[in-house]
């Protein structure tokens, strides 16, 4: 019963913050890696982070570097995102990820489960 949950969004300004998290149930397997999507209305859904088993790469997508920043533990089952300098292209739904692996992969394929999503708008 692999459950994936996000939480922490909602509506900020521009150059706000936000903090998401996500929390899994039903560990995956002995071996696995947890990601950051998101997809905004129109729009194909979109890496955002994504850290590998062994903890020594975590990976950002091209536009969110430099105001993202990943973190948590996956013995623990956990996947925070610190979003800084939130932009309204930032707005979408995120979501968290679960692969049944030890690398991160920016496809959307390659993932195994996929929680229900947290909305974020950045409006003023």
């Known amino acids: 019963q692999v459950q994936l949950v996000e939480s922490g969004g909602g509506l900020v300004q521009p150059g706000g913050s936000l903090r998401l998290s996500c929390v899994v149930s039903g560990r995956p397997s002995t071996t696995y890696t947890l990601a950051w999507f998101r997809q905004a209305p129109g729009k194909d859904r979109e890496f955002v982070a994504g850290?590998?088993?062994?903890?020594?790469?975590?990976y950002y997508g091209e536009s969110v570097k430099g105001r993202f920043y990943g973190s948590g533990d996956i013995a623990k089952n956990t996947l925070v995102l610190q979003m800084d300098a939130l932009k309204a292209m930032d707005s979408a739904v995120y979501y968290c990820?679960?692969?049944?692996?030890?690398?991160?992969?920016?496809?959307?394929?390659?993932?195994?489960?996929w929680g229900q999503g947290t909305q974020v708008t950045v409006s003023s």
């Open positions: 850290r590998s088993w062994s903890g020594h790469n975590i």
């Open positions: 990820a679960a692969a049944r692996s030890a690398v991160v992969d920016t496809t959307i394929s390659y993932w195994d489960y």
